[in-house]
Protein backbone atom coordinates (compact mmCIF):
# COMPACT_ATOMS: atom_id res chain seq x y z
CA UNK A 1 0.00 0.00 0.00
CA UNK A 2 1.50 3.42 -0.91
CA UNK A 3 2.53 5.72 1.83
CA UNK A 4 4.04 9.18 2.35
CA UNK A 5 7.52 8.76 3.61
CA UNK A 6 9.46 11.60 5.22
CA UNK A 7 13.36 12.18 6.13
CA UNK A 8 14.64 12.95 8.56
CA UNK A 9 12.84 10.85 11.64
CA UNK A 10 14.64 13.28 14.04
CA UNK A 11 16.58 16.63 12.89
CA UNK A 12 18.21 18.23 15.67
CA UNK A 13 19.28 22.08 14.85
CA UNK A 14 20.82 25.60 16.67
CA UNK A 15 18.90 28.03 16.98
CA UNK A 16 19.00 30.59 14.03
CA UNK A 17 20.22 27.03 11.85
CA UNK A 18 18.53 26.22 8.84
CA UNK A 19 16.44 23.20 7.87
CA UNK A 20 14.84 20.91 5.34
CA UNK A 21 12.32 19.04 6.00
CA UNK A 22 11.48 15.99 2.93
CA UNK A 23 8.65 14.16 2.21
CA UNK A 24 7.34 12.21 -1.00
CA UNK A 25 3.94 12.09 -1.28
CA UNK A 26 1.67 9.27 -2.43
CA UNK A 27 3.05 9.09 -6.29
CA UNK A 28 -0.97 10.02 -7.62
CA UNK A 29 -1.26 12.90 -5.63
CA UNK A 30 -1.85 15.96 -6.43
CA UNK A 31 -2.43 18.17 -3.56
CA UNK A 32 0.39 18.54 0.00
CA UNK A 33 0.67 19.99 3.04
CA UNK A 34 2.68 20.23 6.03
CA UNK A 35 1.02 19.99 9.38
CA UNK A 36 3.17 20.59 13.03
CA UNK A 37 2.23 19.09 16.30
CA UNK A 38 3.65 20.72 19.21
CA UNK A 39 4.25 18.22 22.02
CA UNK A 40 1.07 16.87 23.55
CA UNK A 41 -0.46 19.75 21.36
CA UNK A 42 -3.30 19.01 18.57
CA UNK A 43 -2.15 18.79 14.99
CA UNK A 44 -1.85 22.31 13.11
CA UNK A 45 -2.51 23.17 9.64
CA UNK A 46 0.57 25.25 8.04
CA UNK A 47 0.61 25.14 4.39
CA UNK A 48 -0.85 23.30 1.11
CA UNK A 49 -0.01 22.97 -2.15
CA UNK A 50 -1.30 22.64 -5.19
CA UNK A 51 0.21 22.83 -9.15
CA UNK A 52 3.45 24.26 -8.09
CA UNK A 53 2.22 26.98 -5.76
CA UNK A 54 0.70 27.69 -2.33
CA UNK A 55 -2.44 27.45 -2.43
CA UNK A 56 -3.62 28.09 1.63
CA UNK A 57 -1.38 28.70 4.24
CA UNK A 58 -1.46 29.13 8.27
CA UNK A 59 -0.78 32.59 10.08
CA UNK A 60 1.93 30.29 11.44
CA UNK A 61 3.89 30.40 8.39
CA UNK A 62 5.59 33.11 7.95
CA UNK A 63 8.27 33.99 5.66
CA UNK A 64 10.56 31.98 7.79
CA UNK A 65 9.04 29.11 6.30
CA UNK A 66 9.04 28.03 2.55
CA UNK A 67 7.75 24.87 0.19
CA UNK A 68 9.14 23.73 -2.80
CA UNK A 69 8.32 20.89 -4.79
CA UNK A 70 11.94 20.76 -6.90
CA UNK A 71 11.08 17.56 -8.56
CA UNK A 72 8.43 15.06 -9.29
CA UNK A 73 8.33 13.14 -6.01
CA UNK A 74 9.74 15.12 -2.99
CA UNK A 75 7.86 17.70 -1.33
CA UNK A 76 9.90 20.00 1.21
CA UNK A 77 10.07 22.35 4.00
CA UNK A 78 12.63 24.92 4.58
CA UNK A 79 12.40 26.70 7.96
CA UNK A 80 15.17 29.72 7.49
CA UNK A 81 15.98 30.75 10.76
CA UNK A 82 14.92 28.01 13.47
CA UNK A 83 13.54 29.45 16.65
CA UNK A 84 12.92 27.34 19.96
CA UNK A 85 9.48 27.28 19.47
CA UNK A 86 10.06 25.77 16.02
CA UNK A 87 10.35 22.09 18.10
CA UNK A 88 7.46 19.77 17.19
CA UNK A 89 6.54 17.16 14.84
CA UNK A 90 6.31 18.05 11.19
CA UNK A 91 3.75 15.49 9.33
CA UNK A 92 3.61 15.92 5.45
CA UNK A 93 0.00 14.46 4.29
CA UNK A 94 -1.46 14.79 0.30
CA UNK A 95 -4.64 13.47 -1.28
CA UNK A 96 -5.35 12.66 -4.78
CA UNK A 97 -8.38 15.93 -4.24
CA UNK A 98 -10.94 13.70 -2.55
CA UNK A 99 -10.32 15.17 0.83
CA UNK A 100 -9.02 12.27 2.87
CA UNK A 101 -5.64 12.96 3.58
CA UNK A 102 -2.72 10.95 3.97
CA UNK A 103 0.01 11.27 6.54
CA UNK A 104 3.36 10.29 6.73
CA UNK A 105 5.26 9.26 10.23
CA UNK A 106 6.18 12.91 11.15
CA UNK A 107 9.65 14.08 11.15
CA UNK A 108 10.37 15.38 14.70
CA UNK A 109 12.52 18.82 15.12
CA UNK A 110 14.60 20.00 18.24
CA UNK A 111 16.15 23.00 18.20
CA UNK A 112 18.25 23.66 20.78
CA UNK B 1 -13.58 17.10 28.32
CA UNK B 2 -11.37 19.68 27.26
CA UNK B 3 -7.30 18.93 27.24
CA UNK B 4 -4.41 21.55 28.03
CA UNK B 5 -1.21 21.05 27.72
CA UNK B 6 0.45 17.62 28.09
CA UNK B 7 -3.22 16.30 29.86
CA UNK B 8 -4.88 14.33 27.25
CA UNK B 9 -8.97 13.06 28.33
CA UNK B 10 -8.37 9.41 28.51
CA UNK B 11 -10.80 6.86 28.02
CA UNK B 12 -10.05 3.25 29.30
CA UNK B 13 -11.81 0.12 28.02
CA UNK B 14 -11.69 -3.78 28.74
CA UNK B 15 -10.83 -5.48 25.32
CA UNK B 16 -14.26 -6.60 23.56
CA UNK B 17 -16.05 -3.76 24.93
CA UNK B 18 -17.40 -0.84 22.61
CA UNK B 19 -15.92 2.30 22.50
CA UNK B 20 -17.16 5.49 21.87
CA UNK B 21 -14.68 8.66 21.35
CA UNK B 22 -16.43 12.05 21.33
CA UNK B 23 -15.91 15.43 19.48
CA UNK B 24 -17.32 18.86 19.40
CA UNK B 25 -16.13 20.72 16.13
CA UNK B 26 -15.96 24.25 15.75
CA UNK B 27 -17.32 25.65 12.65
CA UNK B 28 -20.93 25.07 11.63
CA UNK B 29 -19.81 25.73 8.39
CA UNK B 30 -17.66 22.44 8.26
CA UNK B 31 -19.08 19.97 5.77
CA UNK B 32 -16.58 17.25 5.89
CA UNK B 33 -15.23 15.24 8.61
CA UNK B 34 -12.65 12.63 9.55
CA UNK B 35 -11.61 10.51 12.36
CA UNK B 36 -7.83 9.87 13.02
CA UNK B 37 -5.64 7.33 14.60
CA UNK B 38 -2.21 8.31 16.23
CA UNK B 39 0.05 5.49 17.77
CA UNK B 40 3.07 7.07 19.89
CA UNK B 41 6.00 8.29 17.72
CA UNK B 42 3.55 7.87 14.39
CA UNK B 43 1.62 9.96 12.41
CA UNK B 44 -1.83 10.31 12.13
CA UNK B 45 -3.85 7.28 10.38
CA UNK B 46 -6.81 7.56 8.72
CA UNK B 47 -9.85 6.09 9.73
CA UNK B 48 -13.44 6.73 8.56
CA UNK B 49 -14.67 10.30 7.08
CA UNK B 50 -18.15 11.85 6.37
CA UNK B 51 -19.56 14.29 4.49
CA UNK B 52 -22.47 16.73 6.36
CA UNK B 53 -24.91 15.25 4.14
CA UNK B 54 -24.85 12.36 5.74
CA UNK B 55 -25.44 11.75 9.59
CA UNK B 56 -24.06 8.07 9.89
CA UNK B 57 -20.86 5.94 8.56
CA UNK B 58 -20.09 2.84 8.83
CA UNK B 59 -16.58 0.86 8.23
CA UNK B 60 -14.93 -2.42 9.53
CA UNK B 61 -15.33 -2.35 13.47
CA UNK B 62 -16.09 1.80 13.38
CA UNK B 63 -18.99 3.93 13.02
CA UNK B 64 -19.12 7.47 12.88
CA UNK B 65 -21.85 9.51 13.86
CA UNK B 66 -22.41 13.22 13.19
CA UNK B 67 -24.98 15.76 14.87
CA UNK B 68 -24.95 18.86 12.85
CA UNK B 69 -27.34 20.76 15.11
CA UNK B 70 -25.31 20.30 18.34
CA UNK B 71 -21.77 19.87 16.11
CA UNK B 72 -21.22 16.71 17.79
CA UNK B 73 -18.93 14.05 16.09
CA UNK B 74 -18.43 10.61 18.09
CA UNK B 75 -16.92 7.33 17.03
CA UNK B 76 -17.62 4.20 17.65
CA UNK B 77 -15.59 1.54 17.66
CA UNK B 78 -16.55 -2.31 18.19
CA UNK B 79 -14.98 -5.17 20.03
CA UNK B 80 -12.21 -3.02 21.21
CA UNK B 81 -8.60 -4.50 20.53
CA UNK B 82 -5.42 -3.65 22.55
CA UNK B 83 -4.27 -2.40 18.75
CA UNK B 84 -7.03 0.01 18.80
CA UNK B 85 -5.19 1.65 22.00
CA UNK B 86 -3.92 5.18 20.58
CA UNK B 87 -5.09 8.74 20.40
CA UNK B 88 -7.77 9.88 18.35
CA UNK B 89 -8.63 12.98 16.67
CA UNK B 90 -11.43 14.26 15.04
CA UNK B 91 -10.44 17.32 12.19
CA UNK B 92 -13.09 19.14 10.33
CA UNK B 93 -12.96 20.52 6.79
CA UNK B 94 -14.56 23.96 5.84
CA UNK B 95 -15.58 23.17 1.88
CA UNK B 96 -13.30 25.66 -0.54
CA UNK B 97 -10.35 25.13 2.02
CA UNK B 98 -7.55 23.16 1.87
CA UNK B 99 -6.83 22.35 5.73
CA UNK B 100 -8.25 20.13 8.27
CA UNK B 101 -8.82 21.87 11.66
CA UNK B 102 -7.98 19.02 14.25
CA UNK B 103 -9.70 18.79 17.35
CA UNK B 104 -7.31 18.11 20.75
CA UNK B 105 -7.63 14.11 20.64
CA UNK B 106 -8.97 11.69 23.45
CA UNK B 107 -6.36 8.64 24.24
CA UNK B 108 -8.07 5.75 24.11
CA UNK B 109 -6.33 2.73 26.38
CA UNK B 110 -7.45 -1.00 25.76
CA UNK B 111 -6.76 -3.19 29.00
CA UNK B 112 -6.76 -6.53 27.63
Known amino acids: EPEVTQTPSHQVTQMGQEVILRCVPISNHLYFYWYRQILGQKVEFLVS????????KSEIFDDQFSVERPDGSNFTLKIRSTKLEDSAMYFCASTRGLKEQYFGPGTRLTVT | GESVGLHLPTLSVQEGDNSIINCAYS??????FIWYKQESGKGPQFIIDIRSNMDKRQGQRVTVLLNKTVKHLSLQIAATQPGDSAVYFC???????????FGKGMKLTVNP
Open chain 2, 27 to 32: NSASDY
Open chain 2, 91 to 101: AENIGGSEKLV
Open chain 1, 49 to 56: FYNNEISE
